[in-house]
């Protein structure tokens, strides 16, 4: 079934025989995303990055690194921190007969846990980090004329939504460098040896992407722009 969404077409794959040319026998030829006004913040990320190498590259971090059973539990007691500290803040409300916004501290609990298994629980930046990627998140999930119009991309240069996705753009990725440049020099500077001797329960994302950044006999090599796409999406 073909819609007409604005000036877009939109393909409906509304029968199970229409499903699986869809996900399975044309899989790869509708693998990538649409590129959407929002999603040009993270568009390197395996989220929104275009099939191709680099694509298969994030992916199979992603599976070999990331998505592990051990790897997952490994942040335990990341979650676990987070989720106190969420209960006392809501008991320390209560006792203070202050309104709280449970959905709200939920959201910001869900994205500190994100936050700290990705680039650790130490992070000077983490709570400017959240706070830019709650616009972000907000940003992505709005409406954009040139989505449904794209002969009308002018009305977001009007609008200042195309001014606002490239200063959150820069903005995101100036605190990931500013992060990662933290944990080099920390690791440079007296903390090699116990950087690298860490358990793998004790390392987080960004500990894996710098070690294996350093192994010259993985059979991938991991640049620093893959460590800045991967960063980016796990946040």
Known sequence: MLLRVGQVDVAVASSRDAAEDVLR??????ASRAMLAGSKIADQGIVFSPYGDHWRLLRKLATIEFFTVRR????????????LSMINNIKTAALSRTP???????????????????????????????????????????????D??????????????????????????????????DKEMCKSNGGGDKHSTKKEEEEDIL?????????????????????????????
């Open 25 to 30: 026998t044309h899989d790869i030829n509708f």
């Open 72 to 83: 997952v539990r490994s942040f335990a007691t990341i979650r676990k921190e987070q989720v």
């Open 100 to 146: 709280v916004n449970v959905g709200g501290a939920l959201m910001w609990t869900s994205s500190s846990i994100v936050a700290a298994a990705a680039v650790g629980t130490r992070c000077r930046q983490q709570e400017k980090l959240l706070k830019l990627v709650d616009e972000v998140v907000k940003l992505v999930s709005g409406f954009s004329v040139a």
């Open 148 to 181: 449904l119009f794209p002969s009308l991309k002018f009305v977001d240069v009007l609008t200042g939504m195309s001014s606002k996705t490239e200063r959150m753009r820069r903005e995101l990725k100036a605190i990931i460098d500013e992060i990662i440049s």
């Open 207 to 235: 500990d894996v992407l710098l070690r294996r950044k350093d192994d010259e006999n993985q059979e991938f090599p991991i640049t620093p722009s893959v460590v800045k796409d991967v960063i980016l999406v796990r946040t």
